[in-house]
């Protein structure tokens, strides 16, 4: 899936997405072009079954790791928008990892979660041969990409069924990411309709693929942040989920940018001194979450 010959997608939900992602191929292409990286390399058998890796200038070793999934709605997009965040990861210094998983309506839940924590094994098992350590694996995502990787994180299950310990993940960072998949009457032609129609295999799947309702007992940190103008319903699914945690073991800590929407959550993190990266570098380098001030 190289950047030249990117299988073609249907227009893209909703439509202002088309502009994004032509920005966010343009950026990580660039970045491509001046950092060191692997691509496209296999982590199962399927076409989408691949990642990127990304790595500082100077060879390490035993570096923390980054793991990061793009979003477009469970339906679209590519491990490529991402690569636009890798120079400022890999300054860190530190190993940025990004993830493509099979597309709805192709396939449904749990299919998506299950690539996500397939390539997540991948890392923690390979990633020592790029410089990175499987004892400091971090995950994030975009959008649906954050929704996938924060499941990830919370369903202990499917982890262990991957043959991953719950303490693999050190701490998630979803970015303008739906955390809810419930919803009692979704209004036709809505996102939250589309969930139901492209998305889950059936309704009653709706809890087991919504982090909002796997929240009880959770010790892994997460940072969630989403943009001033995002869309209603991510804003009110991120402060949900922020709530809660709160008052779970692990803690939260959050963000919301002033002036961005959802697309611009992401393109913001292209700039290497954006609050969101100064804060993800700083957690890589300390291991925890960093100080406040």
Known sequence: ???????????????????????????????????????DIPYGDDYWQKIDVYQPDEPGEGLPVLVFAHGGAWSHGYKEWMGLMAPAIVATPAIFVSVSYRLAPAVRFPAPLDDCVAALRWVRDHIADYGGSGDRIYVGGHSAGGHLFALATLRRDVLARAGLAA????????????????????????????????????????????PLHQLEGNRTPFFISYGERDFPRIIASSRRVIEELARQPSGVRSAIYAAHGHFDTALGLADADHPW???????????TAPALG
Not at 1 to 29: G, K, N, V
Not at 171 to 199: H, K, M, W
Request: hydrophobic share 40%; aromatic share 8%.
């Open 277 to 287: 990266n100064r804060e993800v570098r700083a957690w890589l380098r300390e291991g």
């Open 167 to 210: 303490d693999t993940i050190k701490a998630c960072f979803p970015v303008s990411s739906q955390l809810n998949l419930v919803f009692d009457t979704p209004e036709p032609g809505s996102g939250e309709a589309r969930i139901y129609e492209i998305f889950l295999a059936q309704a009653e799947d709706a809890p087991a693929a919504s």
């Open 1 to 39: 899936m190289a950047f030249d010959d990117l299988p073609a997608q249907p227009p893209i939900y909703p439509e202002q997405a088309e502009a994004y992602a032509e920005q966010a191929l343009r950026l990580s292409r660039e970045a491509a072009l001046r950092t060191r990286c692997v691509l």
